[in-house]
């Protein structure tokens, strides 16, 4: 197989393998694998000609994608069917199988779907691995499958070393949309892209798992993050790879600065960098099992009418507290990551031991870098994520809940909370 971290190809039929194709994709970038589908990276020219040069520049793994269909496809049948199984021949490229076809106990027929391609000498596809279409956990397990042989291909360049992944949420599909990094998650734009996608949020909740997978499979003992996302995202990535887990974690921002949490935490400054204060006008129930904490570091990103609604809540809170710089105006420096994290974090356990809750609710307005180092230190509290929407309008600026994160020792569970409804 061809681990140069080039896309997984997609082979599907237009007329009833649409919408499992872009089902399968959007999996598959979920959970740090670029794809190579005709509706969007094929370029103009001879439709065979491309179709064959797509499949010899680099194809890390294939998925057919198997409806009734394909058998009327002579592109299928004479160009992509037979690179595949040839790739699959002579570099033991992984192929997977995504299939509607089942029999009467439910299971995927493979000799029915092998029947819808052409015979080629040598090469049995019911011998492969096949994935149920209609199935969202049989997507997932070709993603994780296809992940797992691409870190244990990897493990000689990523053992006792680091893990790279690129991150992005307001994302344009796109073969080419990878970098030299091992594994390139990608979320769809939603709208604008003020908030993260819905479904995207949801594929990402579901990947989580694979990608701890992927690290423990890769040997890391660190993680390097780049790109971008929405600040809750990056919350959420950096709790699936909590400190009880990974050794060293750090974030490469746009200016090529790595935001570095090491293996050693550092001693804390002796003059704290974050104050911790009563968000005024909160309504107090001294019977709420949750908390309201407002991380606010960077004051382009504040939102203090959104924080007041949601202060504002009848529900109430056990207790309400913005986190703050201790010097107003104080920059945050890329050198200072570890130092920031902390004493963010510092604040937070305070916060949640003298309430005596385990319910965080989290808004966060700060360097979407130092996000994920936060976010690693989750572990123990059930944590709501929030995202600001309609910032600068005082008076429809509001903070949406994306995303739930509960760490507890080395698993994380992530559950998206954000929905087109509230989205909009």
């Avoid at 190809?9 to 598959?28: K, M, N, Q």
């Avoid at 057919?64 to 049948?77: F, H, M, W």
């Avoid at 995504?98 to 596809?125: C, H, K, M, N, W």
Wanted: aromatic share 6%; proline share 6%.
């Amino acid at each position: 197989m061809d681990h140069d971290h080039g896309p997984v190809f997609v082979s599907y039929r237009h007329s009833d393998g649409t919408e499992p194709a872009r089902a399968v994709t959007a999996v598959l970038r979920a959970c740090g694998l670029s794809v190579w589908l005709d509706e969007y990276a094929m370029l103009v020219g001879s439709f065979t000609y491309r179709m064959d040069e797509a499949l010899r520049s680099g194809a890390s793994a294939g998925v057919l994608v198997a409806t009734p269909d394909v058998r009327l496809s002579k592109a299928i049948q004479t160009v992509e069917f037979p690179a595949l199984a040839r790739l699959s021949q002579e570099s033991h490229m992984l192929l997977g199988v995504v299939s509607p076809l089942r029999r009467s106990d439910g299971s995927v027929d493979e000799q029915a779907t092998a029947g819808l391609y052409d015979p080629i000498p040598d090469f049995d596809l019911a011998d492969h691995k096949h994935y149920g279409a209609d199935r969202r956990e049989d997507l997932f397990s070709l993603a994780r499958d296809f992940v797992i042989d691409r870190m244990r291909a990897l493990r000689p360049e990523t053992e006792r070393a680091v893990l790279r992944i690129d991150v992005a949420t307001r994302n344009q599909a796109s073969d080419s949309d990878r970098t030299a990094a091992h594994l390139d998650v990608r979320l769809d734009i939603h709208g604008e892209g003020l908030l993260p996608s819905p479904t995207g949020m949801d594929l990402f909740a579901a990947a989580a798992p694979i990608l701890t997978q992927a690290f423990v499979d890769s040997g890391a003992t660190s993680v390097e993050f780049s790109g971008n996302g929405h600040l809750s995202f990056l919350l959420a990535l950096g709790a699936v790879f909590p400190r009880s887990r990974c050794a060293s974690m750090a974030f490469v921002d746009a200016n090529g600065e790595r935001w570095l949490s090491p293996r050693t935490a550092l001693a804390s400054p002796s003059q704290p960098l974050v104050v911790r204060t009563a968000i005024p006008d909160a309504t107090i129930v001294s019977a709420a099992e949750r908390v309201l904490v407002s991380i606010e570091v960077l004051a382009t990103g504040y939102a203090p009418a959104a924080v007041s609604l949601l202060a504002a809540d009848p529900a109430g809170w056990r207790a309400a507290y913005a986190i703050t710089p201790s010097v107003p105006g104080n920059l945050l420096s890329p050198a200072d990551a570890e130092a920031w994290a902390n004493d963010i974090c510092a604040d937070l356990v305070s916060v949640m031991s003298e309430a005596g809750v385990d319910e965080l609710h989290l808004l966060y307005s700060g360097p979407a870098a130092l996000a994920p180092l936060i976010g690693r230190n989750l572990t123990g509290y059930a944590v709501t994520a929030y995202e600001v929407l309609d910032r600068f309008n005082p008076t429809k600026a509001r903070y949406v809940p994306t995303i739930a994160i509960k760490v507890g020792g080395a698993v994380t569970q992530l559950r998206a909370l954000l929905t087109e409804e509230s989205a909009s």
